[in-house]
């Protein structure tokens, strides 16, 4: 089971940092990734790693201000969030899978097959 947190309504320009958590699970063998989604928007990937090389990756937007990190214990990861700019309110979700991804990093939602019940960010002066 994944549980997020550290979500909250925060000014632009601002900072966050969202975890997630495994229960019993040790996230060392599994991509995680995160995404964000708005009302009446399908989900979309935000960052995601890999769990081979410890490659990451992101979208564009994001480029430059988000970090994906993994904890030592291998049970929870990390989405530090810099500069955050005005958005719509969004819940972001993470997502685990387990597996052998070599040379690639699985960074879209049908690849995942676990979720977590997400957490909501607001960015609003």
């Known amino acids: 089971q994944l549980v997020e947190s550290g979500g909250g309504l925060v000014q632009p320009g601002g900072s966050l940092r969202l975890s997630c958590a495994a229960s019993?699970?040790?996230?060392?063998?599994?991509?995680i990734g995160w995404f964000r989604q708005a009302p009446g928007k399908e989900r979309e990937e935000v960052s995601c790693?890999?769990?081979?090389?410890?490659?990451?990756s992101y979208v564009d937007p994001v480029k430059g201000r988000f970090t994906i990190s993994r904890d030592k214990a291998k049970t929870t990861v990390y989405l530090q969030i810099t500069n955050l700019r005005p958005e719509v309110p969004a819940v972001y979700y993470c997502?685990?899978?387990?597996?052998?991804?070599?040379?690639?990093?699985?960074?879209?939602?049908?690849?995942?097959?676990?979720w977590g019940q997400g957490t909501q960010v607001t960015v609003s002066s």
């Open positions: 997502g685990a899978q387990k597996g052998l991804f070599i040379g690639y990093v699985p960074c879209a939602p049908s690849e995942y097959g676990s």
């Open positions: 019993g699970r040790d996230l060392d063998y599994y991509a």
């Open positions: 790693t890999s769990p081979n090389d410890g490659s990451t």
